[in-house]
């Protein structure tokens, strides 16, 4: 990447995120290229079987966040990791009072409260597998998710948002809302329908 590329970039993004890498500036490189490669790791497992399919709130989701922090715990080490993920979901936060878009969704309570505690979930796995392979490290990650041991939205097998009662959640009642009645439930998780 050249340095006009790299600057355009650095300044696109929100403020948290430009804090943690002028805070780690010997590791960014690698934080940059671990993600990276992380994203294109995620997108394959929208066509794994094992997996729900769901990049938004579903195992797909938890998937992406839990393996960026494994991978990113083994690359650059825990602390830098965690904040990293954090400095993430607080950019999140900024991009829903912008009315920004991450990964084609409207960032919400839920959803953030979600990736915070998948990207504890990731950093543990990347601490105590520090020196497994990448495709080692998929394997414990879908364990994981699989066994019921991460965190996903509630919906039913229409992708409808579900309250804690199982019922469906009208659009209006949580579309453009930071909090609603989304519910998180255990990453094993079948629907109820």
Known sequence: MDKESAIHQYLNLRFPMQIWLLSHPFVARMAWKLT????????????????????SGGQVDAFRHIFWLAYLTQGIGSQKALKLGIAHEKSNEIDF??????????PTYISCK????????????GKKYAKISKNELIEKVKE???????????????????????RIIPKNEYFGLWHTSKCLVSSNYKFDD
């Open 144 to 166: 994981t998710i699989l066994s019921g041991k991460a965190f996903i939205v509630k919906k039913n097998s229409d992708r409808d948002f579900l309250d804690y009662e199982s």
């Open 114 to 125: 979600m990736d915070y505690l998948n990207n504890n979930i990731g950093v543990e796995i």
């Open 36 to 55: 990276e490669e992380s994203r294109t790791i995620a997108s394959d497992m929208i066509s794994d079987p094992d997996l729900d399919g769901d990049y």
């Open 97 to 106: 009072r912008k009315k920004s878009l991450e990964e084609d969704f409207l």
